[in-house]
């Protein structure tokens, strides 16, 4: 944890404030949309789900949204017949299933979807559903091109249906917390944001096993690859498929768009950067794949530097700092430490140090009479930290989803703000291809050198 103090921290008055991050128990924060749940639903207020991609992470959110109180899978839809399998076991044995999504979207019992398809699906999922009047939560990045995201804005505004993006950090009270303590003023005046993320391991590269009996007999291969030029079936793009431009959007697509919505969140704000600049590699895992795996970023949101490092060679704990002119906030999975700084003099200036003697002593005289505190009156700052369940739980997510379905209240991370989370990645994977900084022009709506 010795990062998260500077060395004058330690010394000087923050000490006592690291010292009790270490040891005080802390506020833990309700997760508190689970916690307004509902008990028992009436028969009329339950929403019926379909669910399009039972893979990775399909699975996870068809097991938790079903756990959710007058929330009920309907039918659920993928192209490789071994998780229509999988849907069943989560659901139950008679759980219809289908390889066509359409079916899902025709269905007259289907209030709302949910999709965790490839990268290079999302855009035709979102606005086949909405354009059927099905709400959606599609998982993040919303878009794989700049160009798809500007059709799924134009189609979520036309069709007046809840588009909601699935970073659900976005839903977390942690986050919430951080972005009242920002909007209240805690950190002073932003500086930078920095954030970090790492991994080391096969896993963490996507190098994920095929499933073992996959074949074209069990799975759509043709329609799996959408509009992507077409490929021999190959096990590997079917699991692997974020190695690749063609299908994913790298580990800007994969990971640094959950930085940048949560980012988006704490301060408030819904926009792309102004600029992005970014420098990385393929250094570690050269397995064919396309896609660098390390990917570290500068942009500029309005006045503000936001440094973002990605590696997939080094595990690194997640972190976000937000640096203002009154402190840091420093953020974890689970835990946000507020550190506040005076934003003065502590102590008389070094560079009286270079007055001669007497100027220098009646320097540090006077400087002691005005500054020093009243005995008995020394300043305590206070460090505060908030704990809560971890930010990558999907189920506050899933549930303001839900809840939005029902009531038709406007969601935080619609498909404006899932746009610029995405282009946000788009330009940072741009910056890299074209080795040059890069910046979003609105009038002709795409990314420029
Ligand atoms: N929010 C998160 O924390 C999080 C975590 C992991 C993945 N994701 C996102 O979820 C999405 C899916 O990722 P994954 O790892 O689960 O991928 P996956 O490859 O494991 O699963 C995708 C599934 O979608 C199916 N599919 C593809 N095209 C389809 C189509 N046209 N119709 C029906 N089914 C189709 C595939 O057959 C596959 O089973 C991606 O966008 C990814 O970025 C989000």
């Known amino acids: 944890m010795g990062h998260l103090y500077s060395r004058r921290d330690f010394l000087g008055l923050g000490a006592a404030a690291a010292g009790a991050s270490l040891a005080a128990p802390g506020v833990f924060l309700d997760p508190l949309p689970l916690a307004a749940m509902p008990q028992g639903t009436a028969a009329s207020d339950r929403v019926r789900f379909g669910m399009v991609g039972v893979g990775m992470q399909g699975n996870g959110l068809l ?13 659920a839809c993928d192209l490789y017949d071994g998780r229509h399998a999988l849907a069943q076991e989560i659901v139950n044995s008679t759980l219809p299933v289908t390889r066509h999504y359409k079916d899902l979207l025709d269905n007259k019992e289907i209030d709302c979807i949910i999709a965790a398809v490839p990268d290079h699906w999302h855009k035709q999922v979102v606005v086949d559903a909405v354009s059927a009047g099905k ?20 189609a979520e505004k036309k069709s007046e249906r809840i588009v909601q993006i699935g970073s659900q950090r976005v839903s977390s009270a942690l986050l919430t917390k951080a972005r009242e303590l920002v909007r209240d003023g805690a950190v002073g005046d932003l500086m930078m ?31 799996w690859q959408g509009n992507v030029p ?7 793009l079917f699991a692997r498929w974020r190695c690749w431009k063609e299908y994913g959007t ?9 930085l940048i919505s949560g980012m988006l969140y704490v301060l408030s704000i819904s926009e792309p950067p102004r600029r992005a600049m970014a ?27 936001v440094v973002m490092r990605l590696n997939l060679g080094t595990e690194i704990p997640e972190s976000y700092r ?54 008995g009156h020394e300043p305590i700052r206070q460090a505060s930290i908030f704990r809560s369940v971890d930010y990558n739980e999907v189920k506050p997510h899933l549930w303001n989803f839900f809840q939005a379905v029902k009531t038709r209240q406007p969601v935080v991370e619609n498909a404006v703000f899932g746009h610029n989370a ?16 890069v910046y979003w022009d609105e009038h002709s709506k795409m990314i420029k050198s």
């Open 63 to 75: 097991a938790r949204a079903i756990q959710l109180p007058g929330v009920e899978c309907a039918a």
């Open 135 to 154: 709400d959606i939560y599609c998982e993040k990045p919303m878009s794989h091109t700049p160009a798809d995201g500007l059709e799924m804005v134009a």
């Open 193 to 223: 944001v920095e954030a970090v993320l790492g991994r080391n391991d096969p896993n963490g590269a996507w190098e994920y096993p095929p499933p073992p009996d996959l074949s074209p007999q069990n799975l759509d291969w043709d329609t």
């Open 230 to 236: 077409k490929r021999a079936f190959d096990p590997n």
């Open 250 to 258: 790298g580990v800007a697509g994969d990971l640094l768009v959950h």
């Open 279 to 305: 420098a990385g590699g393929i250094l570690r895992w050269n397995d064919g794949r396309n896609m660098p795996d390390v990917h570290n970023t500068i942009f500029e949101y309005g006045k503000i530097p």
């Open 322 to 375: 937000f640096m203002g002119s009154k402190g840091l906030l420093d953020i974890s999975s689970e835990q946000l430490i507020l550190t506040p700084q005076s934003g003065k003099d502590e102590a008389p200036s070094w560079y009286a140090n270079s007055f001669p003697r007497p100027l220098r002593e009646a320097y540090a005289k006077n400087w002691h009479e005005q500054h020093d505190p009243a005995l």
């Open 422 to 437: 995405a282009l946000a990645c788009h330009m940072a994977n741009e910056s890299y291809f074209r080795h040059s900084a």
